[in-house]
């Protein structure tokens, strides 16, 4: 049987879905000591990418290298809100020392990337995903000098998995999704017509494996291509839940994302209430740079092993379903 991969941040939204994809019998899960765990029955390794040899012993970390086929690196920190030096420290750094492993095994080694390290043009970059990516941008840099085969694979937004909308964190676009539904967004920082790329977590998992799978190397972006939603279509389905929840929700406004940062925030300053100023930064981090007039690259769907994606539409309706229950949005539950 081939040996095992090494999949770092095995507690993650991506990590727990590589997981159940690959099935635990062909994977072996970092964790941090005290991490998320995923679940299903995948051999488990307490370590920490941000310090040499990921945290092991020289024994454990030997012995690791020896039985490992391969190296996905999953283990990031994605929050907007640490500190810039945590960011760069976790996704920087602990990919170069992940990358280390992956060379001293003499394996591939195949690095978790993001959509956000594409910066749409002409942007501003004061925004609070900047460490983000600018430290997903030095790990590519780093992966592309590895002495081992590499692929990079950038993702656009996760969602819940297709069928059950079930996602082990709730992550940033989950409180834009939040914002729309409660009627906190009176203005959407995304431009009329903009695309807003997301995928389920299964899809995206299949995707992974696919390209292990076909030994491909190199650049690839897993993306929903020109079958992303545009922002008024993930706008419309947002307020269709709030409908269908009993909320009359108005529609908000969609303003391009520099006139909220270079005019709306500066001239109308601290007039604009505490909340709204974060809700409006928040969908100006997380939605902002992710929203392009042009659909991104993707995947051929005839990579064997992964299909076309399941219809988006639906996936984000199942999304936003397991979300409003388990966020007490729902009719029945407590309005948040
Ligand atoms: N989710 C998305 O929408 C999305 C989109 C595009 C790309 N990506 C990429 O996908 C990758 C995984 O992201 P995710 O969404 O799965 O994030 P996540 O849910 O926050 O998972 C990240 C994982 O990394 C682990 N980790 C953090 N610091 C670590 C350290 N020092 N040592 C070892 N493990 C550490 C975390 O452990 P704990 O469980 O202990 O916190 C967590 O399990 C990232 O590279 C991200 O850039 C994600």
């Given at each position: 049987m081939a040996?095992?991969?090494l999949v770092?941040g095995?507690?993650?939204?991506?990590g727990?879905?590589l997981?159940e994809?690959?099935?635990?019998g062909r994977?072996i899960?970092?964790v941090?000591p005290a991490?998320?765990?995923?679940?299903?029955a995948?051999e488990?390794i307490?370590?920490?990418v941000?310090r040499?040899?990921l945290?092991?012993?020289?024994p454990?970390?030997a012995?690791?290298a020896g039985?490992?086929?391969g190296?996905l690196h999953?283990a990031?920190?994605?929050?907007?809100?640490?500190?810039?030096a945590?960011?760069?420290?976790v996704?920087?750094?602990?990919?170069a020392?992940?990358?280390r492993?992956a060379?001293?095994?003499?394996?591939?080694?195949?690095?978790?990337s993001t959509?956000?390290?594409?910066?749409?043009?002409g942007?501003?970059?004061?925004?609070r995903a900047?460490?983000?990516r600018e430290?997903?941008?030095?790990?590519?840099?780093?992966v592309?000098a590895a002495?081992?085969?590499?692929?990079i694979?950038?993702?656009?937004?996760?969602i819940?998995?297709?069928a059950?909308?079930s996602t082990?964190?709730?992550q940033?676009?989950y409180?834009?999704?939040?914002?729309?539904?409660?009627g906190g967004a009176?203005?959407?920082?995304?431009?009329?017509?903009?695309?807003v790329?997301?995928?389920?977590r299964?899809h995206?998992?299949?995707?992974?494996?696919?390209?292990?799978?076909?030994?491909?190397?190199g650049?690839h972006?897993?993306?929903?291509g020109?079958r992303?939603l545009?922002?008024e279509e993930f706008?419309?389905r947002?307020?269709?839940?709030?409908r269908?929840?009993?909320r009359?929700?108005?529609?908000p406004r969609?303003?391009d994302s520099?006139?909220?940062?270079?005019?709306?925030?500066?001239?109308?300053?601290?007039?604009?209430g505490?909340?709204?100023?974060?809700?409006?930064?928040?969908?100006t981090d997380?939605?902002?740079?992710?929203a392009?007039?042009?659909?991104?690259?993707?995947l051929?769907d005839?990579?064997p092993?992964l299909?076309?994606p399941?219809?988006?539409?639906?996936?984000?309706?199942?999304?936003?379903?397991?979300?409003?229950?388990?966020?007490r949005l729902?009719a029945?539950g407590?309005?948040?």
């Amino acid at each position: 049987m081939a040996h095992p991969l090494l999949v770092t941040g095995a507690g993650g939204v991506v990590g727990q879905s590589l997981v159940e994809c690959f099935g635990p019998g062909r994977v072996i899960g970092l964790v941090r000591p005290a991490g998320n765990r995923p679940d299903g029955a995948a051999e488990l390794i307490a370590g920490d990418v941000t310090r040499p040899r990921l945290g092991l012993d020289v024994p454990a970390y030997a012995a690791l290298a020896g039985r490992i086929g391969g190296v996905l690196h999953s283990a990031a920190l994605t929050s907007f809100t640490r500190a810039a030096a945590d960011i760069h420290d976790v996704n920087a750094t602990g990919t170069a020392h992940a990358l280390r492993l992956a060379e001293d095994a003499g394996v591939p080694f195949h690095l978790i990337s993001t959509i956000y390290v594409r910066r749409r043009d002409g942007s501003h970059e004061d925004g609070r995903a900047r460490p983000y990516r600018e430290s997903k941008r030095a790990a590519e840099d780093t992966v592309r000098a590895a002495r081992v085969p590499w692929s990079i694979l950038r993702m656009s937004l996760v969602i819940g998995d297709s069928a059950t909308g079930s996602t082990p964190r709730f992550q940033g676009v989950y409180a834009a999704m939040k914002s729309l539904i409660t009627g906190g967004a009176p203005v959407v920082p995304v431009a009329a017509g903009s695309y807003v790329d997301f995928l389920p977590r299964d899809h995206v998992a299949r995707s992974v494996r696919a390209l292990v799978d076909s030994g491909a190397l190199g650049e690839h972006w897993i993306t929903a291509g020109e079958r992303a939603l545009t922002i008024e279509e993930f706008v419309e389905r947002c307020l269709g839940y709030a409908r269908r929840q009993g909320r009359t929700v108005p529609r908000p406004r969609l303003v391009d994302s520099e006139m909220v940062h270079r005019l709306i925030i500066p001239a109308f300053g601290d007039s604009i209430g505490a909340d709204l100023r974060k809700r409006l930064e928040l969908f100006t981090d997380i939605l902002g740079p992710l929203a392009t007039d042009r659909t991104l690259p993707r995947l051929p769907d005839d990579l064997p092993g992964l299909g076309a994606p399941p219809d988006l539409g639906a996936c984000l309706d199942t999304s936003l379903e397991f979300f409003g229950t388990r966020a007490r949005l729902a009719a029945t539950g407590t309005p948040a």
